[in-house]
């Protein structure tokens, strides 16, 4: 049974910083991409960013460039998500996501195969 479990969400005031976790079993982590996305209140669910399955490559939104972080550790099969200088438009439920390395990369959240149950983050003005 794959699980993705997100761990570290919380409130913070704006400017501040927060780091995210996303524990993964069941699957061989070490072969899937990651992404991470996040959903507002009355939102769509969108990309934050992703890593591919050796760490060599990430990708993010334009609105989290420069701010966020993605990194990984194979060996303990988690994924995190460095959020920086935080603003208020990030508050949202943050998701990590895990998709197959043969599959490719992606940013939409459809393509997917595996999802945590999301963590909290609000950001206060």
């Known amino acids: 049974q794959v699980q993705l479990v997100e761990s570290g969400g919380g409130s913070v005031q704006a400017g501040g910083s927060l780091g995210l976790s996303c524990a993964a079993s069941?699957?061989?982590?070490?072969?899937?991409?990651v992404g991470w996305f996040r959903q507002a209140p009355g939102k769509e669910r969108e990309f934050v960013g992703d890593?591919?399955?050796?760490?060599?490559?990430?990708d993010y939104a334009d609105s989290v460039k420069g701010r966020f972080t993605i990194s990984r550790d194979n060996a303990k099969n988690l994924v995190f998500l460095q959020m920086n200088s935080l603003k208020p438009e990030d508050t949202a439920v943050y998701y990590c996501?895990?998709?197959?390395?043969?599959?490719?990369?992606?940013?939409?959240?459809?393509?997917?195969?595996?999802w945590g149950q999301g963590t909290q983050v609000t950001v206060s003005s």
């Open positions: 996501a895990a998709r197959a390395f043969y599959l490719g990369r992606s940013t939409m959240a459809s393509l997917y195969s595996y």
């Open positions: 069941g699957l061989s982590f070490g072969t899937y991409n």
């Open positions: 890593m591919t399955w050796n760490g060599d490559n990430t």
